[in-house]
């Protein structure tokens, strides 16, 4: 059975810090990590993805994965109180959303 | 750009009811389809995918079927809903490098 676990929270964190948000995987076959916000009553939106090792920037937003750990990490810095959500892990193997495993979200909450 | 339409956004239907939801894709052609249902507090589960017309994979046995009438149309059924049944749906459409984009979801309540 494949599995992404995360931390359900909530997560609270300050206007302006930063957030990390924590994901580990089971399957070592997986390829493909994403990172999803959904805000709530809302679908989810992807935010980020990576593939390979290390960090990867965009924005606010900092994808780490660490393939031998079996860990994927999301940094937002200087949140804000829009950053509120849910965040859903994913991890995968290439070619399709069946491979695809969702971990269960962190509910995150920036207070202003 | 592709946009992919869910509706409707919120259904209330009584138990032993039928249901239907629909989902259709614009900006892309042949493209692979999901169902995802998440329950309240839950992960995402993928419920069906869909490869091309008439191509339907099931991936939990339930309550509900799919049909892919046409090459962007995507329907989730069922003939008599359940409790269990409720929660937010989900159509989704894989982009490349696996990147997965979800419609605007139904919220069913089965009361």
């Known amino acids: ?112 | 750009s592709q946009t992919i339409h869910q509706w409707p956004a919120t259904l209330v239907q009584p138990v032993g009811s039928p249901l239907s939801l629909e989902c259709t894709v614009e900006g892309t052609s042949n493209p692979n389809l999901y169902w995802y249902r998440q329950a309240a507090g839950r992960g995402l589960q993928l419920l069906f995918y869909s490869v091309g017309i008439g191509q339907i994979s099931s991936e939990v046995p339930q309550n509900l079927s799919a049909s892919r009438p046409q090459d962007r149309q995507f329907i989730l059924s069922s003939k008599k809903l359940l409790l269990s049944d409720s929660g937010f749906y989900l159509c989704a459409w894989i982009g490349f490098n696996e990147k997965l984009f979800f419609g605007s979801g139904t919220q069913l309540s089965v009361l």
Not at chain 1, 28 to 48: A, T
Not at chain 1, 76 to 82: E, G, L, V, W
């Open chain 1, 1 to 112: 059975q494949k599995e992404v676990e995360q931390n359900s929270g909530p997560l609270s964190v300050p206007e302006g810090a930063i957030a990390s948000l924590n994901c580990t995987y089971s399957d070592r076959g997986s390829q493909s990590f994403f990172w999803y916000r959904q805000y709530s009553g809302k679908s989810p939106e992807l935010i980020m993805s990576i593939y390979s090792n290390g960090d990867k920037e965009d924005g606010r937003f900092t994808a780490q994965l660490n393939k031998a750990s079996q860990y994927v990490s999301l940094l937002i810095r200087d949140s804000q109180p829009s950053d509120s959500a849910t965040y859903l892990c994913a991890a995968g193997q290439s070619g399709s959303a069946r491979q695809l495993t969702f971990g269960s979200g962190t509910q995150l909450t920036v207070l202003p």
